[in-house]
Each structure stands twice: as C-alpha cells, then as structure tokens.
Nanobody
Framework: VQLQASGGGLVQAGGSLRLSCAAS????????AGWFRQAPGKKRVFVGTISGSRSTYYTDSVKGRFTISRDNAKNTLYLQMNSLKPEDTAVYYCAARSKYTTRPYWLDEYDYWGQGTQVTVSS
C-alpha cells in the first residue's frame, strides 16, 4: 500500500484544515488507518485512528477538535482539524495497518506510512 498525504498549510489559531491521505494498492477499505504528528525536535506521536468499521479513537489533546473519517470508495483517509492551536504545529503523517491490533495508538504497529504534510498554526 502506498500512502500520499496532502492538505497541510499555514493557518491562524482557531482556524481549520482538512488533511487527506490517498491510498493505492491493497484492500485499504479493510485496513486500520491512523494519523500521527511530529513537532520539531520531538518524537512522532499518535493523533487518532479509524478502523475498517469506522470506529475512531483519539489522543486526549485533540478530542472534540479533530475528526478522522474515510471514504473507502475513494481509498482516502481524512483528518478534519478545527479550533487549531499553535501547539498543533507539526508534520502530520498518515499510516495504515492490514491486520488487527490491540494497540492502534502505537507507532510501531503500522506497516505503511505516507510522506508527511506540514501544518503550521500561527498565534
């Protein structure tokens, strides 16, 4: 599976962005998919995940502000980000995994990764 993330950019605090992740190859509709982010000088961390049945799970810092969705007909994963804060500034990566996992928030559980897209939130 190849993943291509897009949609990043510069936005003011309080604004919104929608990231997309286009998948090719594999049966993406059945895969678990997730978003991670990496701020400058920090480790890559979990943002949220969605299963093949569309159940979602988010890290506490983005709950109520970010929404993950998927369009299986288009083989595309989305991350809608609202009420953005300067601390959301990071490179955002999409990821996918074909098998079931009990640790969907662990970076090492994902087999496929997109190239990352930069999100910058100004104060």
């Amino acid at each position: 599976v190849q993943l291509q993330a897009s949609g990043g950019g510069l936005v003011q605090a309080g604004g919104s962005l929608r990231l997309s992740c286009a998948a090719s190859g594999g049966t993406f509709s059945s895969y678990r998919a997730g978003w991670f982010r990496q701020a400058p000088g920090k480790k890559r961390v979990f943002v949220g995940t969605i299963s093949g049945s569309r159940s979602t799970y988010y890290t506490d810092s983005v709950k109520g502000r970010f929404t993950i969705s998927r369009d299986n007909a288009k083989n595309t994963l989305y991350l809608q980000m609202n009420s953005l804060k300067p601390e959301d500034t990071a490179v955002y990566y999409c990821a996918a995994r074909s098998k079931y996992t009990t640790r969907p928030y662990w970076l090492d559980e994902y087999d496929y990764w997109g190239q990352g897209t930069q999100v910058t939130v100004s104060s």
